[in-house]
Structures are given as C-alpha cells and as structure tokens.
C-alpha cells in the first residue's frame, strides 16, 4: 500500500470556525508533511514531523496547528483563518532519517475559508 | 538556499521525445537533484532524482551537466497522461528532516 490518503476532500469553512485536516498513511513512514499549495502555484513547506514530533516549522502563523498522534495519523488544526488561507493542503509521507527518500503524497484537501 | 529555474510552459506531440531544462547555478556539491510532477488535481509524484551521474527510470532519463549548473528531464515517448506540472528541485537535508523547496515548475502540454 503506497497510498496516502486526505480528508475531507473539500472543506468550506467560516473565518470563525475550528476544523481539522486528517492525513493517513500505512507505510510504515516516520516522516510526514504538510504543504500549503495555492493555485497555480508550487507547493510550500509548512510542517515537518520525524519519529512523531515536530522538526521543522516553516514559521507557520499559529492558526494552523499540527498533531501526530501516531506514526500513521497526520492532522492540521485549523481556527480563525482567513481568506488568504485558501488553498490545497498536501499531506506527504518518507523514510525518515535518511538523506535520500521519495515523498509520497496525498491529493490534498481543497480549503476555501468565507 | 540554492535555487531552479525551469521555463513556465512547454509543448509536445504525443509519443515523440520530451526535453524539459532546469538551471540550477547555485548547486552546492551535496544537493541531490530531484524531479517530481503534478497531474491535474493531484499530488505531486515523483519522477527521478541523481547526484552527478545520468539516471535513468522506468519513467524517464536525467541528464546532468559535468558542471552540474543544469540537468535535463528526458520522456523517451510523451503520452497525453504525461502532462502535468514539472518540478525540478535541490533537495535539502538536514538533522530535522528532508526539505523539498519547489520551484515554480514547468507546464507541459501534449498534444494528440
């Protein structure tokens, strides 16, 4: 199974709400990944989680929460955003610890805040 | 950081060969060059990456310069599932993880 998958594939939600991205992987990967990608653009690192615990924070503003609860389980946390913050999300996935490893990735949820 | 450029956009005919360029001047001696895409409303995959020697793969060649300043993604045979967004990249490692820094890609269109 190479697969990573994302829920939900749509999210509307409100500059008030609180909502949560989930990413999920069953590769055995201890490295997983959130990417912000806004339209015709390239995607942007935002998060970085090795051996379940945050590595790198791209300064990412605070709105955006991230938790891995368990070396399969990715979720982003999402409260107060904007409407700039519309975008795709990509969840991705790799070996850890090793300087050469492919990314594996999600299709991404489609996030459009009112 | 050490930076790509790659052209916005390039076209093709369906099953003849496909060259895409990517500058990459700055290349320090331990950035690995990787090429991923992105097909229309998905994530991005990858394709092939290298150090200094040419690669090759079930999806595609990689041809680096001596001087490793620029590399050049081969299709042998494009097909229409081939286009998609090419993203040529300087992966960068360190103790807190592997860094994928995305370019602004090229577009390729094949035509029937």
């Known amino acids: 199974d190479t697969e990573v998958t994302q829920t939900p594939k749509h999210l509307v939600m409100g500059m008030t709400n609180k909502k949560s991205l989930k990413c999920e992987q069953h590769?055995?990967?201890?490295?997983m990944y959130w990417y912000k990608q806004k339209a015709k653009k390239p995607p942007e690192l935002m998060f970085v989680?090795?051996?379940?615990?945050?590595?790198i924070n791209e300064s990412v503003p605070s709105r955006f929460s991230p938790e891995c609860p368990n070396s399969s389980l990715l979720n982003l946390h999402l409260h107060a955003l904007q409407p700039e913050d519309s975008a795709l999300y990509l969840c991705?996935?790799?070996?850890?610890?090793?300087?050469?490893?492919?990314?594996?990735f999600g299709p991404g949820t489609r996030l459009t805040v009112l | 950081d050490a930076k790509t450029t790659q052209p916005n956009s390039m076209e093709s005919n369906e099953e003849e060969p496909v060259h895409l360029p990517c500058n990459h001047s700055?290349?320090?001696?331990?950035?690995?060059i990787h090429w991923y895409r992105q097909l229309p409303s998905q994530g991005p995959e990858y394709v092939i990456h290298?150090?200094?020697s040419n690669v090759n793969n079930r999806m595609a060649s990689l041809a680096i310069a001596e001087d490793r300043k620029s590399s050049t993604l081969i299709l042998h045979r494009a097909t229409l599932r081939d286009a998609a967004v090419y993203y040529c990249?300087?992966?960068?490692?360190?103790?807190?993880?592997?860094?994928?820094?995305f370019g602004g890609g090229t577009r390729l269109m094949v035509k029937p």
């Open positions: 290298g150090l200094t």
């Open positions: 700055t290349i320090s001696g331990t950035d690995y």
């Open positions: 991705a996935s790799s070996v850890a610890g090793v300087r050469f490893t492919e990314q594996f």
């Open positions: 989680y090795s051996y379940e615990k945050l590595s």
């Open positions: 590769m055995g990967h201890r490295a």
């Open positions: 990249i300087l992966r960068v490692y360190n103790n807190a993880g592997n860094m994928l820094t």
